[in-house]
Structure formats: C-alpha cells, structure tokens
C-alpha cells in the first residue's frame, strides 16, 4: 500500500469519524435546534455519549495529525528512534506515529 492509498484510508476514516461526532452532536449543532426541550435532549445524549466522544475526538485528531505529517513529509517515520514505520502497521493503522517497537 502506498502512500496515496494510506491517504485515502485517512480521509475516508476522517469523514466516518467526523460523521459520528456530528451524530452525537458534539460538532455542527443544528442552529435551529432552539427548543427547550430539544436541547435537554441533545445534552443527556451528550452526556451519556461524552466517553465515546472523547474517543472519536482523539482518532479525529490522530487521524489529522497523521495528514498533517503527510502533508511535511514525515509520514511513516517513527517518532520515538526515526525508522521507517512497518508497512503492516501502517496497514493496520494509518495514523501510527511509532514503529512496532515503540507501539503503546
Ligand atoms: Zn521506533
């Protein structure tokens, strides 16, 4: 897999995480949504949803992170020794910032 395809894999995963966070209403909150009650709503679900949303932030800001260094060209390098990431890992997850070595 290439560089262009990992790219893919990131956007396409970017837009489901994206969709998911608008799902739970953590982003784009519907303007309009002006009923008292609408809003009690929408802040129970919030609530009860905040564990996964913390979980989708963070895959979000992996995942832009991950385009980011892309975009400078330190894509696929480990941060903690340098090497290059194995191409497995990368595979398996596009977002990785360390090799299997120095994996978490
Ligand atoms: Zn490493």
Known sequence: MNNAELKLKLEEEL???M???ADLGH???DPTATELDELADRQE???ESAGET?????RKREITAALARM???TYGMCEECGDKIE???LE???AARTCKLHME
Request: no cysteine; hydrophobic share 40%.
């Open 71 to 73: 975009a400078d060209g």
């Open 92 to 94: 398996a997850n596009p």
């Open 45 to 47: 679900a919030s609530e």
């Open 54 to 58: 913390s979980a989708l932030s963070i």
């Open 15 to 17: 837009d489901v995480v």
């Open 87 to 89: 191409e497995d890992r």
């Open 27 to 29: 982003e784009d909150i």
């Open 19 to 21: 969709q998911e966070l």
